[in-house]
């Protein structure tokens, strides 16, 4: 019960956040919550309480990929999983805000055939950064534009690193087109699941997740037979202010916030997680995700963030995955699934056990997290 009503807050106070960049998305977004609220317990799971895993099927060329949100955390780190496993993954579109230095560094390393960007008055200004690079992309701008990237002819798939509910237009046009979706925006499920979910059941449409919690569910599920799933448990570091105490809060500052003790991450999903709201946001995704009812999504507070997330087995067996708190490793595993991509010793460090030391586990404390 505690989670569902965790859920239930995360939601509202979701709902009344939503960070979008124009009126008419956020009057989008509002239409998606009203539809979410009208199709409540009818909506297909991307996954329903167990992952069968195909065979892997060999290729000749790498698969070829967009990035919505490339220029940000997301977008980063999946070019450079790109750019180490060339032989692995390509990259045919990209879209960003209006980062546009950074941008021409990417069009510059990846040449690829469409670029978009939100903020209308930098074309210029990357059309000059980019003049001599041969071939030239295709530049598009806005909103139109990032649709664009996610349903491009060229591509298998795409990541979806846009935050906010301006993630959800571009990531409805990759499902009609047949994309399968790389999932690192939550607001596809919190805002539009009820809507999102059916249509890629239609369009016969992936929904795997880049979240390291969500990303650890589905690699733990692969293999269980009908009816074996009982319960998720969700981990949490405990964000930047785990060890202060409740009356220390009123003394934050922005940079504390922003720094996460474990995870590199953008700012907004880093202040999510210093309030843990974020893990009620996450309960709201593994509902969809996984068909699993509120009651038996629970969280609990992991410091070390090396155990990502669990299952309770129908026969009280939990299953885990673990490993170093480093958001590649989901990211990728989305690109390459059902195949495990090999990685270097050197950019990929093992989970050393000894390095690790305890693992320790408590309950949330919700006088310090309400949400």
């Keep these: 019960m505690a989670s569902h009503m965790t859920a239930n807050r995360a ?25 979410a609220q009208q199709a ?14 195909p065979e892997v099927q ?59 960007i939100r903020d209308a008055s930098k074309v210029k200004q990357l059309q000059e950064l980019i003049k001599d690079v041969s071939p030239q992309p295709e530049i598009l701008v806005g909103d139109e534009g990032a649709v664009e990237v996610a349903r491009h002819p060229d591509i298998e798939a795409v990541v979806t690193g846009i935050v906010g509910c301006a993630g959800l237009l571009p990531t409805v046009a990759a499902i009609k087109a047949g994309k399968d979706i790389c999932l690192a ?47 998720i448990i969700l981990t949490a570091s405990g964000g930047a202010f785990r060890d202060w105490p409740v009356e220390k ?11 996460h003790p474990n995870w590199s991450m953008g700012k907004k999903i880093t202040i999510d997680s210093a309030t843990l709201m974020n893990k009620g946001l996450e309960v709201i995704e593994a509902h969809y995700l996984y068909g699993v009812d509120y009651d038996n999504i629970e969280i609990v507070i992991h410091p070390q963030s090396i155990v990502h997330s669990m299952i309770e087995t129908a026969d009280s067996s939990v299953l885990a995955q673990l490993g170093w708190p480093d958001m590649r490793l989901p990211i990728m595993y989305t690109m390459s699934w059902p195949e495990r991509v090999n990685t270097s010793e050197v950019t990929w460090p093992r989970l050393d056990f000894s390095k690790a030391s305890s693992l320790t586990f408590k309950q949330p404390d919700h006088a310090k997290y309400p949400s």
Excluded: Y
């Design 249 to 259: 809060l009123s003394e934050v500052t922005v940079e504390q916030a922003i720094t």
């Design 11 to 35: 939601l509202q106070r979701q709902r009344s956040s939503c960070p979008l960049q124009s009126r008419r998305n956020v009057q989008r977004c509002s239409r998606l919550h009203v539809v």
């Design 185 to 231: 925006n939550k607001e596809t499920l919190i805002a539009g699941g009820p809507f999102v979910l059916p249509l890629a059941q239609q369009h016969n449409v992936r929904i795997l997740p880049a979240d390291s919690e969500h990303s650890a569910i589905f690699q733990v599920m692969q293999g269980l037979p009908e009816g074996g799933l009982r319960r």
């Design 58 to 116: 060999p290729r000749d060329t790498p698969k070829p990929f967009s990035v919505l949100g490339s220029t940000g955390s997301i977008g980063t780190q999946t070019l450079d999983i790109i750019a180490e496993h060339p032989d692995k993954f390509s990259l045919v579109a990209l879209s960003a805000g209006s980062n546009v230095e950074l941008l021409a560094q990417q069009v510059r390393q990846f040449k690829p055939k469409l670029v978009a």
């Design 40 to 53: 409540a317990g009818s909506v297909p799971p991307a996954w329903n309480k167990r992952v069968v895993v």
